[in-house]
């Protein structure tokens, strides 16, 4: 992704042109120029491809970086850098009288620089590990894209399907776990399919954030996920179920028409995998649970209201 540096990182963008504007000034009202002779080509060129190469690094990272705590360090890292860089190559035309201010104001913004920088890339790191655990979270199998969801971006009922054969041949112990998105159809009546599919992927990166590395997540159809815990106690799956169950129930999804935070409402449901089932059974059986407690619930809320 592309931004402009004078709208996306406006104020970043003026302190580097101010540092820069800020050495050439410093430099020419202070020094005079040196004469032909004394100029040393050699460390022009070399000090020269320095701020040069600074400059673009700042460039780059303001076009291809949005705005951030990791940009910020960056960017104002290397342009304390490049500050310094530009006094000492202005040094090469001009003599500057022996202040001590001048050459700590020369010499302090390099280190302060690269420790600014070096804050930055750790932060940097930090996101990259995030952003990293949420790729791995897909699989390899995101590739095949008849395996994936368009909407979501997660595993079609198909891959489930196969990957429950596999547990069930393997005779592993695992559990399915079912989660319904309650009155999702009235949603997307409400406001559009638009904001349904907006909506769908939001849980999807919910449930991947919530679910562990080794646990395979789907759209089962159209308002309804699915979850294998493969080598999992009732216990765990039972605190996994619950855990996820909570992040939905907070999730303040804001309907861009109205701009107020709506909250959904989700039904889950339970079920151990054994080598006395099949696919189909297992799924059908987690299913008609998943059925009996909205119907629970709906029972529930109309004694409520009455």
């Known amino acids: 992704m592309r931004f402009n540096p004078f709208t996306s990182h406006r104020l970043l963008t003026n302190a580097i042109i101010s540092l820069f504007l800020s050495a050439v000034f410093l430099s020419a009202y202070l020094g005079e120029l040196k004469t032909y002779a004394d100029i040393q080509w050699l460390d022009i060129m070399g000090e020269g491809g320095i701020v040069l190469m600074t400059l673009v690094w700042i460039s780059v990272l303001l076009i291809s970086r949005p705005p951030s705590k990791v940009t910020t360090y960056l960017v104002i890292g290397v342009g ?42 750790y932060y940097w790191h930090q996101e990259q590990y995030v952003l990293n655990r949420q790729l791995r979270r897909r699989e390899v199998h995101l ?13 079609k009922a198909q891959y489930l399907d196969s990957v429950i054969n596999e547990q069930l041949i393997s005779t592993q ?32 990166e919910l449930l991947l954030m919530n679910c562990r590395l080794s646990d395979v997540v789907c759209r089962y159809a159209g308002d309804c996920f699915m979850v294998l815990m493969p080598a999992t106690t009732e216990q765990q799956a039972k605190e996994l179920m619950a855990q996820i169950k909570g992040a939905l ?25 054994n080598v006395r089932n099949n696919t189909r059974t297992l799924t059908s059986q987690l299913h008609s649970q998943l059925q009996q407690k909205k119907y629970q619930q709906k029972v529930a809320q109309r004694a409520y209201l009455c």
């Open 80 to 121: 304390l850098f490049m500050f310094s860089a530009t006094l000492d190559l202005l040094d090469e035309w001009l003599m500057h009288p022996a202040h001590q201010w001048l050459s700590w104001i020369e010499s302090l913004p390099a280190p302060l620089g690269m420790l600014l920088t070096s804050v930055g890339l």
């Open 143 to 155: 590739r095949e894209h008849d395996k994936v969801c368009s909407v979501t971006g997660l595993y």
């Open 173 to 204: 112990p695992f559990w399915l776990g079912a989660i319904d998105i309650r009155d999702f159809s009235h949603f997307n009546n409400e406001f559009g399919f638009s904001e349904g599919d907006r909506l769908l992927r939001e849980i999807s």
């Open 249 to 273: 129930k907070y999730c303040a999804f804001k309907v861009e028409a109205s701009k107020k935070a709506r909250f959904q409402h989700v039904t889950t449901a339970l079920i151990q995998g």
